[in-house]
Nanobody, 129 residues
Framework: QVQLVESGGGLVQAGGSLRLSCAAS????????MGWFRQAPGKEREFVAA????????YYADSVKGRFTISRDNAKNTGYLQMNSLIPEDTAVYFC??????????????????????WGQGTQVTVSS
């Protein structure tokens, strides 16, 4: 069993930065495919970023590419989402997710919430204009 706990959310002005953390227990982050998703009020959960278990390649949603960076620290067993140049449209609850055994073939698989077995409780990010 894998437990994920997010932290680092908050209120920030447009143009600012935040770093979200996802502390994992039960498995090392290096053995997991890890992803970040977000959900704004009245909207479906959407993919933000993912890092592959096998070679640490990364994928990003077009809306955050060049502004967000996903990473993980095996020594701290923690995943991160560095968010720069934040805009009001980034306001949402951000969720960390992890997968152990799901087959991932292409980027589309990394973007599907159903591919992930474990989820954190979410952390609120609010970007003011």
């Amino acid at each position: 069993q894998v437990q994920l706990v997010e932290s680092g959310g908050g209120l920030v002005q447009a143009g600012g930065s935040l770093r979200l953390s996802c502390a994992a227990s039960g498995r090392t982050v290096g053995s997991l495919t890890m992803g970040w998703f977000r959900q704004a009020p009245g909207k479906e959960r959407e993919f933000v970023a993912a890092v592959k278990r096998t070679d640490s390649s990364t994928y990003y949603a077009d809306s955050v590419k060049g502004r967000f960076t996903i990473s993980r620290d095996n020594a701290k067993n923690t995943g991160y989402l560095q968010m720069n140049s934040l805009i009001p449209e980034d306001t949402a609850v951000y969720f960390c997710a992890a997968a152990m055994l799901s087959p991932f073939v292409g980027k589309i698989d990394y973007m599907r919430p159903s591919q992930y077995n474990y989820w954190g409780q979410g952390t609120q990010v609010t970007v003011s204009s």
